[in-house]
């Protein structure tokens, strides 16, 4: 089976054949409407599975030069997911996202407004180093959007935080600006439901550009103001 996703503009984004291969059972027992958390085990598998495919991902020069898979870090269970632009070369080297000089001032970021980095879910847009650490092309953003709006829909964050200009246009489409956009709450769609969304400078532009400084520390102040309002516990 084909899923033809499509962004908020209705415009196909890409096919990708039915990730989960779910089988339709038809049995004589009443349906289940009550809605449930998905539990740990669940998100793990289907994590590991999504894992799976994205390393299987034939045809791409990212993969080709890079020396391997960098997925994501943090607390699967974590109700804050924050998302990135790709693996840098530390990242690279170690199969983690966000642990060179971009990471350490994300984990000050989040300390900042008393999240402990462990609390939170991180990855990327694109899950295999860039050569030269290269902005992701937009054929690789739309190629890689789709396993990521997946990756979203399994961890179902209740706040998604979309650092940098690749991450924006993985899912709000290449027209957007950053420095317009940033600081501002946004809806996304995924698989039907719709998450509250914030765009916000990325840290490796933070540490080339320091005096936009003030302006991530506005975003992170609207984070945290309703991080307590949504009543989080983080
Ligand atoms: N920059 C990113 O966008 N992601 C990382 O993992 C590291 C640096």
């Known amino acids: 089976m084909e899923i033809d996703y499509k962004n908020q503009n209705n415009n196909s984004i890409g096919v ?3 990730l989960f291969e779910i089988d339709y059972i ?3 027992e009443p349906i289940k409407r009550t809605f449930e958390e998905p539990n740990f085990k669940d998100k793990q598998f289907s994590l590991e599975k999504l894992k799976n495919i994205i390393s299987e991902v034939s045809n791409c020069d ?3 030069n890079a020396s391997k898979i960098v997925f994501s870090d943090g ?3 974590s109700p804050i997911m924050i998302v990135g632009e790709g693996p840098g070369q530390k990242e690279d080297e170690l199969g983690k996202p966000f642990v060179g000089d971009a990471g350490v001032l994300l984990n000050k970021m989040l300390e900042a407004i008393n999240i402990k980095r462990p609390n939170v879910y991180i990855t ?5 180093r ?12 739309n190629k890689y959007s789709v396993f990521l709006r997946e990756h979203i829909n399994i961890i179902d964050p209740k706040i998604l935080i979309l650092m940098g200009s690749t991450a924006m246009e ?3 489409g290449q027209t957007l600006k950053i420095s317009k956009e940033r600081g501002k709450w946004k809806e996304i769609i995924v ?9 916000t400078f990325h840290p490796a532009y933070l540490l080339r550009q320091p005096d936009q400084k003030k302006y991530s520390w506005n975003d992170l102040k609207m984070i945290r103001k309703r991080i307590d309002e949504l009543k989080i516990s983080i």
């Open 16 to 18: 990708l054949n039915d």
């Open 26 to 28: 038809f049995e004589n």
């Open 62 to 64: 990212l993969k080709k």
């Open 75 to 77: 607390d699967p269970q």
């Open 124 to 128: 990327n847009v694109v899950n295999y």
């Open 130 to 141: 860039p050569p030269n650490n290269r902005k992701p092309e937009p054929s690789e953003i």
């Open 170 to 172: 993985a899912l709000f």
């Open 191 to 199: 698989n039907q439901k719709t998450y509250q969304t914030i765009l």
